[in-house]
């Protein structure tokens, strides 16, 4: 009983720093600043020669993906493909004069603010609105761009004629998420208002199958939607949106307090009206994305095709993160399993611990398996930065927050296939000797990992779809690369099902190999005896 309290002190001891050496065994992904109690907040860049960008690349003519540095492409932090457009144009003026090196982060919408408040990204420079709600969490520069609000809609649509927004009453319309946009459609009477979307390239699918109506834009990005998809018109409007300046205004995302801001205002005035109108009109022409006629299915080969790499490098992250995540956060859940299945002991000083030491236990399982992984993701890859000024990479935090999220899942697993063991093979270990390590290891979990095989099959199957949330901390998996491809060519539906295909050859995969792991596992049908003649 002695040695089976030390394993469980000692096995209850190794969780914690298990799952901080999870973070920091995925090649050098800690950056933490020496004697340092604190966020710098201000700015990355003020330690470095580097200036970072935070940006969707998805977002034409403002920003998006390509395969290569034409036409002034900046290369990806991190990654393979190059940022181009507008809002990269207007960065590589500001990093110039500054005097440092352009360095472009590859972020989801609702990871950007995040990740300048954490000191991720010195700046957000993704056409990006300096509203009053905006302004209450981050600070932003003079204007770079101002634009006017359109509706984008179907063409030979019932809308596409429209002169005033209030030809849209009774209509179906939505808008980017976390943008004065989705606000602005309040303002058509009667409009019916759909749930806000996380992007452009969903509400373009949306529009394009129906689903909606129209969804509310600026006017370059309408240009673009309608130059590149001859199905897509851009309403501009006689009677338009009643906005504020700092609403169709775009401006310089930067933190709070930061010494950038009269720096970047400085380098802004500095550019003429008549250079930032060449520059946009330049990204509307050299954006991404063939205007010609295509059959779907030739659009899926010119997809492939052309953007080949980048789904193969979005599959490889995938099956990298949500592999090592698997086998991480099974060992995790290997070692919570065994803890909390542990005996009670008999005397009352040792009941207590083993009491703390499962509670615990408890907590992480709880916690981890009652929140999604997304909201984990943000929590712990830009909580963390702020409240401790640790810098994880992404791709090492990425491992981490799958790994302990399995491990809380494959607990739970694991323990239900030590209960579902007979009793009678504990009591017979016990009779012959065995402590319970002996019997865990040498009875009990062969039996146990062979039967939890498949449920272990199917977390590996689901890590590997879960990771298209962890784009919100800049992991390029192969969603977000998909939407990437998607924004560009503005062919929604053939990106996706490349995708789609993609992923269902990876989980396929993974099923067709754990099968077969099982089926040797189990052995032949029949065994013989071979019995002794006398």
Same mark, same amino acid.
């Given at each position: 009983?002695?040695?089976?309290?030390?394993?469980?002190?000692?096995?209850?001891?190794?969780?914690?720093?298990?799952?901080?050496?999870?973070?920091?065994?995925?090649?050098?992904?800690?950056?933490?600043?020496?004697?340092?109690?604190?966020?710098?907040?201000?700015?990355?860049?003020?330690?470095?020669?580097?200036?970072?960008?935070?940006?969707?690349?998805?977002?034409?003519?403002?920003?998006?993906?390509?395969?290569?540095?034409?036409?002034?492409?900046?290369?990806?932090?991190?990654?393979?493909?190059?940022?181009?457009?507008?809002?990269?144009?207007?960065?590589?003026?500001?990093?110039?004069?500054? +005097?440092?090196?352009?360095?472009?982060?590859?972020?989801?919408?609702?990871?950007?603010?995040? @990740? /300048? !408040? *954490? &000191?991720? =990204? %010195?700046?957000?420079?993704?056409?990006?609105?300096?509203?009053?709600?905006?302004?209450?969490?981050?600070?932003?520069?003079?204007?770079?761009?101002?634009?006017?609000?359109?509706?984008?809609?179907?063409?030979?649509?019932?809308?596409?004629?429209?002169?005033?927004?209030?030809?849209?009453?009774?209509?179906?319309?939505?808008?980017?998420?976390?943008?004065?946009?989705?606000?602005?459609?309040?303002?058509?009477? +009667?409009?019916?208002?759909?749930?806000?979307?996380?992007?452009?390239?969903?509400?373009?699918? @949306? /529009? !394009? *199958? &129906?689903? =909606? %109506?129209?969804?509310?834009?600026?006017?370059?990005?309408?240009?673009?939607?309608?130059?590149?998809?001859?199905?897509?018109?851009?309403?501009?409007?006689?009677?338009?949106?009643?906005?504020?300046?700092?609403?169709?205004?775009?401006?310089?995302?930067?933190?709070?307090?930061?010494?950038?801001?009269?720096?970047?205002?400085?380098?802004?005035?500095?550019?003429?009206?008549?250079?930032?109108?060449?520059?946009?009109?330049?990204?509307?022409?050299?954006?991404?994305?063939?205007?010609?006629?295509?059959?779907?299915?030739?659009?899926?080969?010119? =997809?492939?095709?052309?953007?080949?790499?980048?789904?193969?490098?979005?599959?490889?992250?995938?099956?990298?993160?949500?592999?090592?995540?698997?086998?991480?956060?099974?060992?995790?859940?290997?070692?919570?399993?065994?803890?909390?299945?542990?005996?009670?002991?008999?005397?009352?000083?040792?009941?207590?611990?083993?009491?703390?030491?499962?509670?615990?236990?408890?907590?992480?399982?709880?916690?981890?398996?009652?929140?999604?992984?997304?909201?984990?993701?943000?929590?712990?890859?830009?909580?963390?930065?702020?409240?401790?000024?640790?810098?994880?990479?992404?791709?090492?935090?990425?491992?981490?927050?799958?790994?302990?999220?399995?491990?809380?899942?494959?607990?739970?697993?694991?323990?239900?296939?030590?209960?579902?063991?007979?009793?009678?093979?504990?009591?017979?270990?016990?009779?012959?000797?065995?402590?319970?390590?002996?019997?865990?290891?040498?009875?009990?979990?062969?039996?146990?990992?062979?039967?939890?095989?498949?449920?272990?099959?199917?977390?590996?199957?689901?890590?590997?779809?879960?990771?298209?949330?962890?784009?919100?901390?800049?992991?390029?998996?192969?969603?977000?690369?998909?939407?990437?491809?998607?924004?560009?060519?503005?062919?929604?539906?053939?990106?996706?099902?490349?995708?789609?295909?993609?992923?269902?050859?990876?989980?396929?995969?993974?099923?067709?190999?754990?099968?077969?792991?099982?089926?040797?596992?189990?052995?032949?049908?029949?065994?013989?005896?071979?019995?002794?003649?006398?």
């Amino acid at each position: 009983m002695k040695k089976t309290l030390r394993i469980q002190i000692f096995a209850a001891l190794l969780i914690l720093p298990l799952l901080v050496g999870l973070s920091m065994s995925s090649g050098n992904i800690v950056k933490a600043a020496a004697n340092e109690t604190s966020v710098d907040t201000t700015s990355v860049s003020e330690n470095d020669n580097v200036f970072r960008v935070g940006m969707e690349a998805g977002y034409p003519p403002f920003n998006w993906t390509q395969n290569d540095a034409s036409n002034g492409g900046v290369k990806i932090d991190g990654n393979e493909e190059y940022a181009g457009g507008y809002d990269v144009e207007i960065a590589k003026i500001i990093a110039e004069k500054l +005097g440092k090196e352009l360095v472009i982060v590859k972020t989801e919408w609702d990871g950007l603010v995040p @990740a /300048l !408040q *954490s &000191g991720k =990204i %010195d700046a957000i420079i993704a056409g990006m609105s300096p509203t009053a709600e905006r302004k209450e969490t981050i600070d932003f520069t003079d204007i770079y761009y101002k634009s006017n609000l359109v509706m984008v809609v179907l063409k030979g649509g019932q809308y596409e004629n429209a002169t005033s927004i209030q030809d849209f009453s009774d209509a179906k319309i939505t808008a980017q998420l976390n943008t004065f946009h989705y606000s602005v459609i309040d303002q058509i009477d +009667g409009v019916l208002k759909q749930t806000a979307m996380d992007n452009f390239p969903a509400m373009r699918v @949306a /529009l !394009q *199958s &129906g689903i =909606i %109506d129209g969804y509310v834009s600026e006017r370059p990005e309408g240009v673009s939607a309608s130059a590149k998809n001859h199905n897509f018109v851009m309403v501009e409007f006689q009677e338009g949106f009643v906005t504020n300046e700092e609403d169709t205004a775009i401006s310089v995302g930067v933190a709070k307090g930061s010494d950038l801001t009269p720096k970047i205002n400085e380098i802004l005035a500095g550019v003429s009206q008549e250079q930032r109108q060449q520059l946009m009109d330049d990204a509307i022409k050299n954006q991404p994305g063939s205007e010609a006629e295509q059959t779907s299915l030739s659009w899926v080969v010119s =997809i492939i095709k052309e953007n080949g790499p980048m789904f193969l490098r979005g599959a490889g992250m995938t099956l990298l993160v949500s592999m090592i995540g698997t086998v991480l956060g099974f060992f995790l859940g290997l070692i919570v399993g065994v803890v909390k299945t542990i005996p009670v002991p008999v005397k009352r000083g040792k009941r207590i611990l083993q009491k703390i030491i499962n509670a615990l236990l408890s907590i992480y399982v709880e916690i981890f398996r009652g929140t999604p992984m997304i909201v984990q993701a943000m929590v712990i890859y830009y909580g963390s930065a702020l409240a401790f000024g640790i810098h994880m990479n992404p791709v090492g935090a990425a491992i981490f927050i799958v790994s302990i999220n399995t491990g809380a899942y494959m607990s739970e697993i694991i323990r239900g296939g030590i209960v579902s063991i007979d009793k009678g093979q504990f009591e017979a270990a016990e009779a012959i000797g065995m402590n319970h390590f002996q019997t865990m290891s040498n009875v009990v979990l062969p039996q146990v990992i062979r039967n939890i095989l498949p449920a272990t099959g199917n977390e590996f199957v689901i890590n590997i779809k879960d990771t298209s949330v962890l784009n919100v901390i800049a992991v390029t998996e192969l969603y977000f690369q998909t939407k990437s491809v998607a924004g560009n060519n503005f062919r929604y539906f053939e990106s996706f099902f490349v995708a789609c295909v993609i992923y269902f050859v990876m989980t396929f995969t993974v099923t067709r190999i754990l099968r077969y792991l099982e089926k040797r596992l189990d052995g032949p049908a029949n065994y013989s005896m071979n019995q002794m003649q006398v």
